[in-house]
Nanobody
Framework: DVQLVESGGGSVQAGGSLRLSCSGS????????MAWFRQTPGKQREAVAR???????VYLDSVNDRFTISLDNAKNIMNLQMNSLKFEDTAMYYC????????????????????????WGQGTQVTVS
């Protein structure tokens, strides 16, 4: 069974930083796509950052230059460094994984739809005030 566990959420003032981590078992993070999604009440999950094997990463426009996704493949851990946090970053953050990469414009790309991921963590809350 695949298990993903997020940690690192919490409350922070606007402008502050948080670092989320996702550890996993039953799935090798370097074998495909890893992603961070977030969700607020009444809305669909949106892909904040996604990475194919830690080699290529794509970010939601609103977090570009503020968030950084990274993979420690040796430890099977994925991190999301979040800087310059804004009130609108408040959400439940989830890590997701699957071997769902596709070839696009000369590079492997990970999908942005939650429907394309089968493995999920339980989520960690991030609150920015």
């Amino acid at each position: 069974d695949v298990q993903l566990v997020e940690s690192g959420g919490g409350s922070v003032q606007a402008g502050g930083s948080l670092r989320l981590s996702c550890s996993g078992s039953g799935y090798t993070f370097s074998s495909g796509c890893m992603a961070w999604f977030r969700q607020t009440p009444g809305k669909q999950r949106e892909a904040v950052a996604r990475s194919y094997r830690g080699e290529s990463s794509v970010y939601l426009d609103s977090v570009n230059d503020r968030f950084t996704i990274s993979l420690d493949n040796a430890k099977n851990i994925m991190n999301l460094q979040m800087n310059s946090l804004k009130f609108e970053d408040t959400a439940m953050y989830y890590c997701a994984a699957d071997q769902n990469q596709f070839w696009d414009l000369g590079t492997w790309t990970c999908p942005s739809s939650e429907n394309d991921y089968n493995y999920w963590g339980q989520g960690t809350q991030v609150t920015v005030s």
